[in-house]
Each structure stands twice: as C-alpha cells, then as structure tokens.
C-alpha cells in the first residue's frame, strides 16, 4: 500500500493547514491511520490516530487545535491542523496498518515519505 501525503507549508503563528494522506488501497479495509511528526534534532511523535470505527486518540500537545479525519470514498486521510504554534513545526508522516495500531512509526507496514510543516512568528 503506498501512502503519499501533501498539504504542507509555511504559516505563521496563528495560522491553519490541512494535511492530506492518499492511500492506494481502500482505506476502509484499514484498521488503523495515524499521523506521527518528527522537528530537527528530536524523535519521531504520535500525533494523531483514527480507527475503522472513527475513533479518534490524540497527543496532548495538539488535542483541540488538530482534528483527524478520513474520507473511505476518496481512499484519504487528513489533518486539520489549526492555531498552529512553532513547536508544531516538523515533517509529518502517515502510516496504516491493516490489523493493529502501533506507537512507534517504523513498526506500521505502510507508512509514508512526509510533508514538511513551518510555523514561523
């Protein structure tokens, strides 16, 4: 399954964006969908995960600023990210698993290549 996400930029503190994940496979078979980041010099994070049932679990740093969604029609994943400070500033990935959720990124058996995120002041 190949994951390619979009969406990334630059934006000001403040600011809002909307990240997209395309999926090659139909992302409903998917139990699990998640978005992890990494920021320069520090190890890769959970952001945000979202179930086949739509459930949703989030990071205490983004809940109630980033919400987490899927679209099984259009095979995506999304992330609106919204009053977007500069410690959200980093690349972000998404990865899915067909059978379990992980905390560690490298452990899903599709993940993919990232979408770099700036928050400048």
């Known amino acids: 399954v190949e994951l390619v996400e979009s969406g990334g930029g630059s934006v000001q503190v403040g600011g809002s964006l909307r990240l997209s994940c395309v999926a090659s496979r139909e992302t409903r078979k998917l139990y699990c969908m998640e978005w992890f980041r990494q920021a320069p010099g520090k190890e890769r994070e959970e952001v945000a995960r979202i179930d086949w049932d739509g459930n949703t679990k989030y990071a205490d740093s983004v809940t109630g600023r980033f919400t987490i969604s899927k679209d099984n029609a259009k095979n995506t994943l999304y992330l609106q990210m919204n009053s977007l400070k500069p410690e959200d500033t980093a690349q972000y990935y998404c990865?899915?698993?067909?059978?379990?959720?992980?905390?560690?990124?490298?452990?899903?058996?599709?993940r993919g290549q990232g979408t770099q995120v700036t928050v400048s002041s």
């Open positions: 990865a899915a698993g067909p059978d379990s959720c992980y905390t560690d990124f490298v452990i899903y058996p599709y």
